[in-house]
T-cell receptor, first 110, second 117 residues
Framework: LAKTTQPISMDSYEGQEVNITCSHN???????ITWYQQFPSQGPRFIIQ???TKVTNEVASLFIPADRKSSTLSLPRVSLSDTAVYYC???????????FGTGTKLQVIP | GAVVSQHPSWVICKSGTSVKIECRSL??????MFWYRQFPKQSLMLMAT?????????EQGVEKDKFLINHASLTLSTLTVTSAHPEDSSFYIC?????????????FGEGSRLTVL
């Protein structure tokens, strides 16, 4: 299972764009990159998934360089409700056994 | 709405008793479910993979006789913490493979907080 490395924590002011980068140097050919959000005492929630280049949905964008050894989750104009822990996961989309890294605790400041 | 539901959301029990936590996939059949444990301020730790109709696969260091997993149907997996002790107090989370739902994401339950007195 590919290991992931993320910053432990980040602070951001409301309204700013936040970029969280994840390193996954030993990502396998079949692996996808998925980001989840977790609030205290809740299960993780899916944010976005990608394989290469750029993926965008209504809440975030995911940037993946050509070598796929890292990825960046971009949250536009964060609000206080975006304060949470964000996890980058790498795994086979079919089997989906994944290992959680440390996650990044994002604190949005008013 | 939720596609994976856990019950109970919280439970308090006495030391030495057993506690069962249920994980249900609500609108799809899940051949594979995963059980995680999360201690305060820590990440999720995978405990075991639950396979419908067969024995669960446990991660290294997880006692299979302590944490009994049953995946008797395609919509239900249960985790039983046997002879619970205070150190078993934790947040237990299940997830179901989205592959069965035609999705590439894992669907997580709301979590179950176990407190052992």
């Amino acid at each position: 299972l590919a290991k992931t490395t993320q910053p432990i924590s980040m602070d951001s002011y409301e309204g700013q764009e936040v970029n969280i980068t994840c390193s996954h140097n030993n990502i396998a050919t079949n692996d996808y990159i998925t980001w989840y959000q977790q609030f205290p005492s809740q299960g993780p929630r899916f944010i976005i998934q990608g394989y290469k280049t750029k993926v965008t949905n209504e809440v975030a964008s995911l940037f993946i360089p050509a070598d796929r050894k890292s990825s960046t989750l971009s949250l536009p104009r964060v609000s206080l409700s975006d304060t949470a822990v964000y996890y980058c996961l790498v795994g086979d989309r079919g089997y989906q056994k994944v290992t959680f890294g440390t996650g990044t605790k994002l604190q949005v400041i008013p | 709405g939720a596609v994976v539901s856990q019950h109970p959301s919280w439970v308090i029990c006495k030391s030495g008793t057993s506690v069962k936590i249920e994980c249900r996939s609500l609108d799809f059949q899940a051949t594979t479910m995963f059980w995680y444990r999360q201690f305060p301020k820590q990440s999720l730790m995978l405990m075991a993979t639950s396979n419908e109709g067969s024995k669960a696969t446990y991660e290294q260091g997880v006692e299979k006789d302590k944490f009994l997993i049953n995946h008797a149907s395609l919509t239900l997996s249960t985790l039983t913490v046997t002879s619970a002790h205070p150190e078993d107090s934790s947040f237990y989370i299940c997830s179901a493979s989205g592959t069965d739902r035609g999705s590439g994401e894992l669907f997580f339950g709301e979590g179950s907080r176990l407190t052992v007195l």
